[in-house]
């Protein structure tokens, strides 16, 4: 059983540009979460996704959007970026728990590198 | 808004031995989770335990068990017998029970603490 899988690995972009990174939950999840991990920090949650809509979103700027399919893998786009975008993007899914406290699965990351 | 802080930024202890990681947090809601969340150099975040404030008991998952004192709002975590294979970034995360019933909702993490196991 495949887990959460997360590409690209790596990534190297300019300023101002923009990117779309990808996540496919394991099997069985319908909820992706996404979150932001720069150097020396923990993860900063961006946004949650369930049934193709954004269910709750984190403090960031809208230059960060996403969209899950009926699949429900899951992109994260960036727009305009800029140099403190750089971090690691980590991908979890679950399941819609109604006991609460589900239990998130994560995958490897993404590595964006914005020169 | 809730906070997480980590005191360790970096801890080491001899193989077999046992070691207590910190972690306080600050909330003014009664009901939320807790989580201890390991991390190794392939970056793939693992749930090591869970705990639901409202329980009084500590939990236990083998060789890992956690001190939760819900009014000093502490929430340690013991690892007992270290191992080679527990070298890692160690997070402490917070979640509100708030949206419980809509899934695992958005995390709030502590910067980690770097465990090192000695040989």
């Known amino acids: 059983d495949a887990g959460v899988t997360q590409s690209p690995t790596h990534l190297i972009k300019t300023r101002g540009q923009q990117v779309t990174l990808r996540c496919s939950p394991k099997?069985?999840?319908?909820?992706v979460s996404w979150y932001q991990q720069a150097l020396g920090q923990g993860p900063q949650f961006i946004f949650q996704y369930y049934e193709e809509e954004e269910r709750q979103r984190g403090n960031f700027p809208d230059r960060f959007s996403g969209h899950q399919f009926p699949n429900y893998s899951s992109e994260l786009n960036v727009n305009a970026l800029l140099l403190g975008d750089s971090a690691l993007y980590l991908c979890?899914?679950?399941?819609?728990?109604?006991?609460?406290?589900?239990?998130?699965?994560f995958g490897s990351g993404t590595q964006l590198s914005v020169l | 808004a809730q906070t997480v802080t980590q005191s360790q930024p970096e801890m080491s202890v001899q193989e077999a031995e046992t070691v207590t990681l910190s972690c306080t947090y600050d909330?003014?809601?009664?009901?939320?989770?807790l989580f201890w969340y390991k991390q190794p150099p392939s970056r793939q975040m693992i749930l090591v335990i869970r705990q639901e404030a409202y329980k009084q008991q500590n939990a236990t998952e083998n060789r890992f068990s956690v001190n939760f004192q819900k009014a000093a709002k502490s929430f340690s975590l013991k690892i007992s017998d270290s191992q080679l294979g527990d070298a890692a970034m160690y997070f402490c995360a917070y979640r509100s029970a708030l949206h419980s019933g809509g899934g695992a909702d958005g995390l709030t993490f502590g910067k980690g603490t770097h465990l090192i196991i000695q040989p």
């Open positions: 099997s069985g999840h319908d909820t």
């Open positions: 979890a899914s679950s399941t819609l728990d109604r006991v609460g406290g589900g239990k998130l699965f």
């Open positions: 909330t003014s809601e009664s009901d939320y989770y």
